[in-house]
């Protein structure tokens, strides 16, 4: 696909989203566990991803964890949006890598002494090259997937999440 398609392909749904009012339901993941920690994860249209733990967790390590998941998220999210808004913008981008590491406290998984289970910092690296685009037009760019990437968005904003409970 080229720069100028994905261009007006974005062109053509900034023009849609002007119309809508309000957020709607985004497709869903299901996750089954199929063997021992291995995770099937699937949407409704049957594509489908599989994680699993390290061996140390009583793993397989087949696939990469789901919190290995969630940063491969963040990275190609802020990838595919940089890619998107610098074709809507005309600049042709030479190549982009996002890289997003994190730190977090395994203890908290385990153990109930008070630890966040979750990660506590994480942090995105953006190698862009650009032979035709000055490093200030690249960072406008980074500044907007960072305000608008919304994988990245749900994380920083610590988004609501309500639970339930099915047993039958």
Partial sequence: MTTQHIGKAVENVETYMRTRT????????TAVVEDGLKCRIQSPDGRFVYTDMPEEVGGTATCNSPGWL???????????????RAARCGIDLDSIAVRVDAMSDGRGMFLDEGISPGSSEMRVSFDIRAKNAPRE??????????????????????????????TE
């Fill in 22 to 29: 309000g957020p709607e339901p985004d497709v869903c993941a």
């Fill in 70 to 84: 969630m940063r491969a998220a963040i990275a190609s999210c802020d990838a595919t949006l940089l890619a998107m």
């Fill in 137 to 166: 037009e690249i960072q406008e760019l980074v500044d907007w997937v960072i305000a608008h990437a919304p994988v990245g968005k749900d994380i920083s904003q610590a988004v609501d999440i309500s639970y339930s409970l099915k």
